[in-house]
């Protein structure tokens, strides 16, 4: 009977049917599988449609390319996951280079694609979950075992304005010497004894004044320190009235104010054309930064530096006022910005004698300034007719000749000087002419830990860093200088920067109309890992009225040039560290693929309470990575007392990025602090 059975279905056609479709069936999968082996593109599949007549359907992300950003970063390789080391690792001395760029379905490259719309209204809330960190399933790494974080304390209320490596008092105290000014640098806390807790706010914090108001005005409680007003209050900088401070516009050299202190710069040198040729300027020795509040009306973005030295708060002031600043000293080492990055270089009293050491300050001027760019000083040996300052004026003029640049005008107390264009002046020295050209094996784009170099920098050939576009058109010219970064795409340099550009206009538009940028405040916003600067260029273009620091960490490649000629601020930073920076700076701080790349080296925690103490109470924070990050992430906003979000990109439920968005509470904060006060005073009680 069995025998008679198995006969049967051998002879049966639906039997041979059925086992002809399974194996058509198997060997279609192992096809469809091994042509989607190439990760970028998905097969397209067919299916029937309603009149069951076939259809072409096209896979939802077939010929779409996300994460722009990451393409520049691409060809530096990630270390693997390793426990937190004591002090981070310095950034890799070799890069190995791999090709990529922005390909359609064609295999071409192409800025032709679509980011789709952002849905607001797709978030789900996960506020107070607290996960442990997921497997990364199909990925050689291997996570390392974490603890999970319940809840951060609040630092002691001495720490209201704690900047770690600036005041890391034990380290300082070890320095060899202090005579160039060592204890103004960088002195980083070992990671062991960095910031564990979140930094309190200051009793009476009030939400800021918003721009433009701010440029006039701010609370008293914000910012509760009254020694420039004492040191300063008849000079016109600043003064206190009732609860709040009040900022006149002047400063020491322009007592009649910032506005009409400009209009005669203009008018020694209408070359300058502020807003048009001078987009970018360095302020030195800033003030409360007067003048690059008021340039900002003419369109020009000012770059306002001064040591933490015994007006320790100027900086601080001009944060809160809503103006570009940081905290920076002209010492031992380059300062944070890549050659070429200012139109003009401006000083007023900034108390720095440019002629010491055969003038290596002005030599580090001389490396940042535009060739063709200007530098304004304005100071008692311009104009004051006794021995010791006449002496200082010749000094400064023989050195500036000897940098071979031309003073182009003198009147009154504001003399301007001009570099040229080119390397002709400085290789038409007599023999022995010091200082010398830097040899050409320096890279004055290295800035990172880097000591300040006795020599000229060489202004690079064919025009690089000098032949731009005036304002505004530069903000979406591709410069010369996209060809010097490192990066293995040489072709397809200026396609990758259009395609950066439109990426983030298209994400940054839903941004602003789906989450309300231009309703919530923005001012001080901080970008995390720039790239190109195409986040701030979106904001610039979408006229949200704020302005960016562009932040490039040593990790990647130095993008900073592109992003000084393209009429933005930034900066090069190691993540690993705290940031030159005061407490509350930032209304809004933004990272895209920064923590997936860094975790590597760095510690999330230490990160996140850096970010934490870094943005302002009320404050936003965008985190757009990869999903095997974001659970410890949130894990981590949450135990700072943050709101956070979790929500899908536009590319849907199975892409593998998300976006984080945090909220720093003003009301959490406050009640941080109060909790914080009260147990103080139960102890003493």
């Known amino acids: 009977m069995k025998l008679f059975v198995g006969s049967h279905l051998l002879r049966n056609s639906t039997f041979f049917k059925i086992s002809a479709f399974v194996l058509l069936s198997v060997a279609c999968f192992f096809l469809g599988k091994h042509w989607s082996d ?18 072409v359907a096209l896979s939802p992300d077939f010929g779409k390319t996300y994460n722009i950003s990451d393409f520049i970063y691409r060809s530096h390789p990630v270390p693997p996951i390793l426990p937190p080391p004591l002090t981070p690792p310095p950034p890799p001395s070799t890069v190995e280079l791999n090709v990529f760029g922005i390909v359609n379905e064609n295999g071409t490259m192409s800025d032709q694609f679509q980011i789709g719309d952002y849905d607001a209204d797709s978030a789900a809330d996960t506020s107070g979950d607290q996960t442990e960190s997921e497997s990364t399933d199909g990925d050689s790494e291997s996570t390392t075992a974490r603890v999970s974080v319940t809840k951060f304390e609040v630092c002691p209320e001495n720490m209201t304005d704690y900047i770690p490596c600036l005041d890391n008092v034990e380290a300082i105290q070890r320095l060899n010497s202090t005579a160039r000014g060592e204890r103004f640098e960088r002195n980083c806390p070992k990671e062991v004894l960095g910031l564990n807790c979140a930094v309190p706010i200051p009793n009476g914090y ?152 055969d003038g290596i300050l002005l030599l580090e001027v001389n490396r940042m300034l535009r060739a063709g760019g200007y530098f304004v000083w304005a100071a008692q040996p311009v104009y004051k007719h006794e021995k010791a300052l006449e002496e200082q004026w010749e000094e400064m003029l023989n050195l500036t000749s000897r940098l071979c640049w031309v003073l182009v005008k003198k009147e009154g107390y504001i003399a301007i000087w001009q570099k040229p264009t080119n390397n002709t002046c400085y290789l038409s020295r007599d023999a022995g002419i010091m200082p010398p050209l830097c040899n050409s094996e320096d890279d004055p784009d290295s800035v990172w830990y880097v000591d300040l ?59 602003v109309k789906a989450l309300h940028w231009k309703q919530i405040g923005l001012r001080n916003v901080l970008d995390m890992r720039a790239g190109f600067g195409g986040f701030a260029a979106a904001l610039a273009e979408l006229m949200v009225d704020c302005w960016v620091l562009n932040v490039v960490p040593v990790s990647g490649p130095n993008t900073l040039p592109v992003i000084y000629d393209r009429g933005l601020l930034g900066v090069m930073h190691d993540w690993c560290e705290p940031f030159d920076t005061y407490p509350r700076t930032y209304d809004l701080l933004h990272a895209a693929g920064l923590f997936s790349i860094e975790r590597k080296r760095c510690n999330m925690s230490t990160m996140m309470l850096e970010m934490d103490r870094i943005l302002r109470p009320g404050g936003h924070v965008y985190i757009r990575d990869t999903i095997k990050v974001m659970s410890e992430l949130q894990e981590i906003g949450n135990a700072m007392g943050w709101h956070t979000t979790l929500r899908e990109t536009a590319e849907g439920p199975h892409a593998s990025y998300r976006v984080l968005l945090c909220e720093k509470q003003f009301e959490s904060s406050d009640k941080h602090r109060t909790k914080k006060k009260r147990k103080t005073r139960g102890k003493k009680a």
């Open 38 to 55: 190439d990760g970028f593109r998905r097969l397209i599949f067919f299916s029937a449609g309603p009149s069951r007549s076939p259809i």
């Open 206 to 357: 009030r939400l800021p004044i918003p721009w433009p108001r701010s440029r006039d005005e701010v609370w008293f409680n914000n910012v509760p320190h009254t020694r420039l007003v004492e040191d300063k209050g008849g000079q016109n900088w600043i003064s206190k009235d009732n609860d709040k401070f009040k900022f006149p516009g002047g400063g020491t050299q322009f007592i009649h104010g910032a506005d009409q202190y400009l209009d005669q710069i203009s008018q020694m040198v209408p070359e300058i054309g502020f807003g048009n040729h001078t987009r970018i300027v360095l302020d030195i020795g800033c003030g409360v930064a007067s003048f690059g509040a008021y340039l900002m009306s003419r369109d020009v973005l000012t770059m306002s530096i001064a040591p933490k030295d015994v007006h320790e708060n100027q900086i601080q002031f001009a944060l809160e006022r809503g103006v570009p600043a940081m905290v920076a000293a002209f010492t031992t080492r380059r300062l944070l910005y890549p050659s070429q990055a200012f139109d003009l270089v401006h000083c007023s009293r900034c108390r720095i004698n440019w002629t010491r050491d």
């Open 453 to 511: 170099k006795a020599c000229i920098t060489r202004i690079e050939d064919h025009g690089y860093g000098a032949n731009l576009a005036p304002w505004p058109s530069r903000l979406q010219t591709p410069p010369d200088r996209l060809q010097t970064i490192q990066i293995d795409s040489y072709i397809a340099r200026t396609e990758l920067f259009v395609a950066e550009s439109k990426y983030w206009k298209e994400i940054i538009s839903n941004y």
